[in-house]
């Protein structure tokens, strides 16, 4: 199923004046795959969205999208794509389905299939009984589902979200993942941005980690937490000697000192920890699973970013 | 390189049939609030007819041979169409650019930023013709109109908004936020009101006066057209005014989507 390249960029730049947005970054996305972008605020991630789906011209560089060049080819890549943007850009003049009505328009879909689409996509998302109901008065959540359901009224065939679940609460966010889980069944194929690391784990089949414009990992989630963070993280309360003990027991090992606590990062296969832990005793001891975050902390850094 | 900048501020646009889906998608709102849309341009001219024209009028002489509520019923035709296209593409146009991402959730379909801003500029001109024909209605009502050739004020409105949805969307461009509007408004919309041949003869002003607001204004040309379709003759000088219209229209309507371009597509 993999096989089939659709999107696909060489040394794609992107500057606005001075600032180098995206920084000469190559990427393939796979017909039917969710293929994740992962990156802290201002890496780049919206920008190269914004590039594969036409609306920002390139600096540099080479897009195709379906083997058709970005440059020329921007209404017929367009048609194949939807896009459910970071923002809420909903009409708020008009009602749920009416939003859903006037943007088929836009994509010349007949008044009848419209409705039969908007309609089913109204069930899809679970807003049937929202349908007549103004935007204003939706929750966050049921905008998002909005802005999903808007973006899957021309039928695409690759679907791009743009941090489809930030600001949402777990309910919210469970539901988007189960629509996005059952579209790439359907055989959507997948482009999103996050900066949530659990949603990436879940729903991505391959990841590239953006900072400051450049492709700074690439993978499939669990290949690149076990090659940069392992299985296991071993979390302990701060202590002097605790830190020299593990020292001398990890010596390969990576301490991270985060607030009060040490993390122990390790290439050792399961169990070690809980072995240590079967003879001594430390303060506020947990072992944990490795994940997505403790990798995207170690290659990005805990700097705040704006 | 220099002669390309400026090239590029006029590059003629490519539009399609899909400019026609953003004019109707305006026009859906225009129609959900219409009780709004409709009922205030139809009461305000009666407060100008009343106010101005037999208040105002009882003290004034004749001007350019019109009794004045003659004189001054196609002024309030002609301003209809300024304010309704202008407002449009000003505080209509950055609003939905800037604040509720219109634009941007536009764009993201088949269509092009300039077909959405073209669109845009179709609805503004559309205002025009609605807000004028419902003041057209009540002069007629009034019994103000004698020219039979009154029913060409409607294809003039149009293009006479159209070209005040162009200027609007050029400042729309420009502007940083929506208190800066008070600069064109206060600037421009202001003193063109008053002195185009509006609400006295433009031949009273002095002659430097009259000479700007021939080059300047568009009102001084959109009110000697609409007086002479309503109680005017016909004459020679028609034909430079509307020529006026003719130049002036397709030259902003293509820098205001250059314009806009620039500011929207980094």
């Not at chain 1, 990156?39 to 897009?63: D, R, S, Y």
């Not at chain 1, 832990?277 to 995207?296: G, H, P, Q, W, Y």
């Not at chain 2, 209605?137 to 293009?159: C, E, R, T, Y």
């Not at chain 2, 002195?195 to 009110?223: E, K, Y």
Request: proline share 5%; net charge positive.
């Amino acid at each position: 199923m993999q096989s089939m390249v659709l999107i696909e960029t060489q040394s794609l730049t992107k500057k606005f004046g001075d600032l180098v947005a995206v920084d000469n970054i190559s990427f393939q996305v796979f017909k039917g795959e969710c293929f994740g972008f992962l990156g802290p605020n201002g890496a780049g991630k919206t920008t190269t969205m914004k590039m594969v789906h036409c609306v920002l011209p390139l600096t540099a560089g080479k897009l195709t999208v379906a083997n058709m060049d970005v440059a020329d080819h921007a209404r017929e890549i367009k048609k194949m794509i939807g896009v459910a943007p970071q923002e809420d850009n909903l009409d708020p003049d008009f009602t749920v389905f009416h939003n859903l009505m006037v943007y088929a328009r836009y994509f010349d879909i007949p008044k009848s299939e419209a409705k039969k689409r908007a309609d089913e996509l109204l069930r899809f998302v679970q807003l049937e009984e929202k349908r007549n109901v103004i935007i204003d008065q939706l929750s966050a959540g049921m905008k998002r589902r909005l802005i999903l359901a808007r973006a899957l009224i021309n039928e695409p065939q690759i679907l791009i979200l743009d941090e489809p679940t930030t600001g949402l609460d777990p309910q919210a966010r469970h539901m988007i993942w189960d629509k996005i889980r059952s579209l790439q069944k359907q055989g959507v194929t997948i482009v999103l941005t996050t900066h949530y690391m659990e949603e990436a784990a879940q729903l991505c089949d391959r990841t590239v980690i953006m900072d400051n414009g450049k492709i700074i990992e690439e993978g499939k989630p669990r290949d690149l937490v076990k090659k940069h963070v392992g299985e296991e993280v071993l979390e302990v309360a701060y202590d002097e000697e605790v830190l020299k003990f593990l020292r001398n027991t990890f010596p390969e090992a990576r301490l991270d000192l985060v607030s009060d606590r040490i993390q122990v990062f390790t290439n050792q296969p399961k169990g070690v920890f809980a072995q240590i832990l079967s003879k001594f005793t430390f303060k506020a001891a947990m072992i944990r699973d490795a994940n997505l975050e403790d990798v995207f902390l170690k290659l990005t850094g805990r700097r705040l970013r704006e | 390189m220099k002669m390309s900048r400026v090239a590029s501020y006029f590059k003629l646009p490519r539009l399609s049939y899909r400019v026609w889906s953003v004019w109707r998608r305006d026009q859906d709102v225009f129609m959900k609030t219409y009780k709004v849309n409709f009922i205030p341009p139809l009461i305000e001219p009666f407060f100008y007819l009343v106010g101005l024209g037999f208040g105002l009028g009882g003290f004034v002489q004749p001007q350019e041979g019109l009794s004045y509520i003659v004189f001054i019923a196609p002024s309030i035709v002609a301003t209809s169409m300024m304010f309704s296209s202008f407002y449009e593409c000003t505080y209509g146009s950055f609003v939905r650019m800037y604040y509720q991402k219109t634009f941007d959730a536009i764009i993201a379909t088949p269509l092009s930023l300039e077909e959405v801003i073209a669109g845009d500029l179709l609805w503004g001109a559309t205002k025009s013709l609605i807000n004028s024909t419902m003041v057209l209605a009540v002069i007629l009502a009034f019994q103000l109109v004698s020219n039979p050739l009154f029913l060409l004020i409607l294809p003039l409105s149009f293009l006479v908004g159209l070209l005040f949805s162009a200027l609007a969307m050029c400042f729309t461009a420009l502007m940083p936020n929506l208190d800066s509007f008070n600069y064109p408004f206060f600037l421009f919309i202001s003193p063109m009101f008053l002195l185009s041949g509006t609400f006295f003869s433009i031949t009273i002003l002095p002659i430097q006066v009259q000479m700007v607001a021939n080059m300047f204004f568009p009102l001084t040309h959109a009110v000697a057209l609409t007086r002479a379709l309503t109680a005017g003759g016909l004459s020679t000088t028609l034909l430079l005014n509307f020529s006026w219209f003719l130049v002036t229209t397709p030259f902003f309507f293509v820098l205001s989507i250059n314009l806009m371009k620039k500011r929207l597509i980094k």
